[in-house]
């Protein structure tokens, strides 16, 4: 019995150490020829990409449908329970409504930003004749002014002169042989950017339908998961899996959700603001700084450049006031109406939230920047998981306080010791407290 039970530890102990060393290579390998591995997960990427965008819309059109059909057993079914057959009715109904609720935003949106994209731009393009009709008058006074102190200085004239020559000759052979070469790769650039988008429409209307099938059935889905689980993990793992599922769904969901009302009532809050202050393009404005504001920390600031830019070019002046007004909108933003709606749903500090944008950015863009956060709360929750349960089996506290002035551990009873704080002579010494 004995030696059956040293060979199953020496084979688990084996096992162990192949997973460890395969691990090992695999980790080499990606790391070796990341650009490769790159490449390839960029290719899965696109080619799951409709099954992605699926998962997203069904994500987060779930609370909808679930409000639907809540709203709709109470309308209906006051004091008895629908049948299987009417609750699939009203999946179904709910499923609709949910659809439909997505397309009126999109159309609603579109409706509201395309005219004004139009004439936004119009306006930028009819005013670009009198803004270069005015910097070719200034700079034509400076060049004046350049000729009387050149004509007075010969010498600095001469040395300058020659300098404007060479500046002229270089952007001269610059326009002869890299011009061209800049305006095809724009070219290039614009075509495949298009083709891209009409991509993206395709494997988005693809990924309506994949979200319509989720929706329908995600309880057998959930059902199918945890009969995984259940089948390949003991049962006590496994139980503690599901429940950390849970929690991690919660962190995703409340913070995406709230991330997009949060960002909705700034964004009316912004349109309310620039038409008060009588601002050009006020639902523009509103729209970019409601969409970028849905990115954590860096947002705002990502939305506020190319509006301020937007409102200089029609008046400077105004473009000061835009500034203002956006800067306190945030800091309402920051101060009540995100901790209102989001509340600690990711439980991270501020150091490793704008760790995990930057980080998650560098690595997948912008998607990363809004997804980095709820993600990296997720290991952060996984990973605190693991070590309080490690220090509750040692019998240590798991607070982090308790081990900001530690020394040392005691190693057999894992009693936490500080060191000793040398006192005034007439005050007695006293023992540190120890929060086991």
């Known amino acids: ?101 997505l397309f009126a935003v999109i159309a609603l949106l579109l409706f509201m930003l395309i005219p004004q994209l139009i004439t936004s731009i119009t306006n930028l393009i009819n005013q670009i004749p009198g803004k270069t009709e005015e910097f070719i008058l200034f700079f034509d006074e400076q060049f004046k002014k350049f000729n009387q102190f050149t004509d007075q200085n010969s010498e600095i004239g001469k040395g300058l002169d020659e300098v404007l020559r060479t500046i002229t000759g270089y952007f001269v052979n610059w326009a002869e042989n890299d011009l061209l070469g800049t305006v095809n790769r724009v070219a290039e650039s614009v075509t495949s950017g298009i083709i891209g988008v009409l991509k993206f429409l395709l494997n988005f209307i693809i990924g309506i339908m994949v979200s319509v099938y989720l929706l329908a059935s995600k309880e057998k889905m959930i059902g199918m998961c945890k009969k995984l689980v259940y089948a390949s993990m003991k049962t006590e793992r496994a139980n503690e899996f599901v429940d950390t599922m849970r929690h991690v769904n919660s962190i995703f969901g409340g913070f995406i959700n709230g991330k997009i009302i949060d960002s909705a009532i700034i964004g009316v809050l912004c349109f309310i603001g620039v038409t008060i202050l009588r601002m050009p393009y006020p639902l523009v404005l509103s729209v970019i700084v409601g969409v970028t504001n849905i990115i954590p920390f860096f947002g705002p600031y990502i939305g506020a450049i190319p509006t301020t830019l937007l409102v200089l070019l029609y008046n400077p002046i105004q473009g000061i006031i835009f500034v203002v007004f956006v800067l306190a909108l945030q800091q309402l933003d920051g101060n009540v109406i995100g901790p209102k709606i989001l509340g600690d749903s990711t439980g991270l500090s501020s150091f490793w939230v704008i760790f995990s944008i930057l980080f998650a950015g560098g690595m997948f863009g912008v998607l990363g920047m809004i997804v980095g956060v709820p993600a990296f709360a997720t290991i952060y929750y996984l990973v605190k998981k693991a070590v309080e349960k490690r220090l509750q089996k040692k019998k240590m506290p798991v607070e982090t306080e308790c081990y900001q002035a530690v020394e040392t551990v005691h190693a057999q009873t894992g009693e936490l010791i500080y060191p000793v704080v040398e006192q005034k002579a007439d005050k007695p010494q006293e023992a540190p407290e120890i929060n086991q």
């Open 1 to 101: 019995m004995k030696e059956e039970k040293t060979k199953l530890k020496v084979a688990q102990w084996a096992i162990t150490a192949i997973i460890v060393v395969a691990f090992a290579i695999l980790m080499f390998f990606c790391l070796y020829k990341f650009d490769t591995v790159r490449g390839l997960l960029n290719k899965v990427a696109l080619s799951i990409q409709p099954i992605t965008i699926g998962l997203v819309i069904a994500y987060l059109l779930n609370p909808v449908m679930k409000f639907i059909e809540q709203m709709m057993i109470k309308l209906f079914y006051k004091k008895k329970e629908p049948s299987v057959k009417m609750k699939r009715t009203i999946r179904g109904i709910s499923i609709l409504c949910a659809i439909l609720f």
